[in-house]
T-cell receptor, first 112, second 112 residues
Framework: DAGITQSPRHKVTETGTPVTLRCHQT?????MYWYRQDPGHGLRLIHYSYGVKDTDKGEVSDGYSVSRSKTEDFLLTLESATSSQTSVYFC???????????FGPGTRLTVL | QQQVKQSPQSLIVQKGGISIINCAYENTAFDYFPWYQQFPGKGPALLIA?????SEKKEGRFTISFNKSAKQFSLHIMDSQPGDSATYFC???????????FGTGTRLQVFP
């Protein structure tokens, strides 16, 4: 898993509550990504970061925000969770040009 | 908007047979085409990747064939083994630091 941990690994929450998922990496990789995986959709990029405090939106960013105050941590926040955000969330990192995106083990989020 | 189309959705192959998964892309600016393998409960892991300056890349039993004019690329798994049973995703990006656009995945089952 290239030194990537995600927490929590499983979470059940209720509609309307805020949720924060954490991605932690130990390889000092510059780039970090948040994807969601849903049946029939593959993996879709939510947000990504190309450095501390440098973030940008992916193709499915509505309802999500991110923060990166340290190289090693990339947080994904659902301000007010909805049932459509029930999914498996994967964090990925990449050191730089010529490297590979490495994925974490995932967080399974259920919004009731 | 499905920028990378993957087929088939599922594939059943006998041990020792050849597994073939196909992907087609739309954006001619894409220049990095990786394949990821995912086992249940795990994050995707890079299997093999190709750039459009070559038409084929082989690593062990896994081969990517690339057709730039047709905007298609495929994964061939020779001598398929039960341990190859997993979900396979193709992806594409503009440079490997850019966001990956994934296909919808192919579930491969290899029976002894």
């Amino acid at each position: 898993d290239a030194g990537i941990t995600q927490s929590p690994r499983h979470k059940v929450t209720e509609t309307g509550t805020p949720v924060t998922l954490r991605c932690h990496q130990t390889e000092n990789h510059r780039y970090m990504y948040w994807y969601r995986q849903d049946p029939g959709h593959g993996l879709r990029l939510i947000h990504y970061s190309y450095g501390v405090k440098d973030t940008d939106k992916g193709e499915v960013s509505d309802g999500y925000s991110v923060s990166r105050s340290k190289t090693e941590d990339f947080l994904l926040t659902l301000e007010s969770a909805t049932s459509s955000q029930t999914s498996v969330y994967f964090c990925a990192t990449l050191a730089g040009v010529g490297d590979t995106q490495y994925f974490g083990p995932g967080t399974r989020l259920t919004v009731l | 908007q499905q920028q990378v189309k993957q087929s088939p959705q599922s594939l059943i192959v006998q041990k020792g047979g050849i597994s073939i998964i196909n992907c087609a892309y739309e954006n001619t600016a894409f220049d990095y085409f990786p394949w990821y393998q995912q086992f249940p409960g795990k994050g995707p892991a890079l299997l093999i990747a190709i750039r459009p300056d070559v038409s084929e890349k082989k690593e062990g039993r896994f081969t990517i064939s690339f057709n730039k004019s047709a905007k298609q690329f495929s994964l061939h798994i020779m001598d398929s083994q039960p341990g190859d049973s997993a979900t396979y995703f193709c992806a594409a990006s503009k440079g490997n630091t850019d966001k990956l656009i994934f296909g919808t995945g192919t579930r491969l089952q290899v029976f002894p």
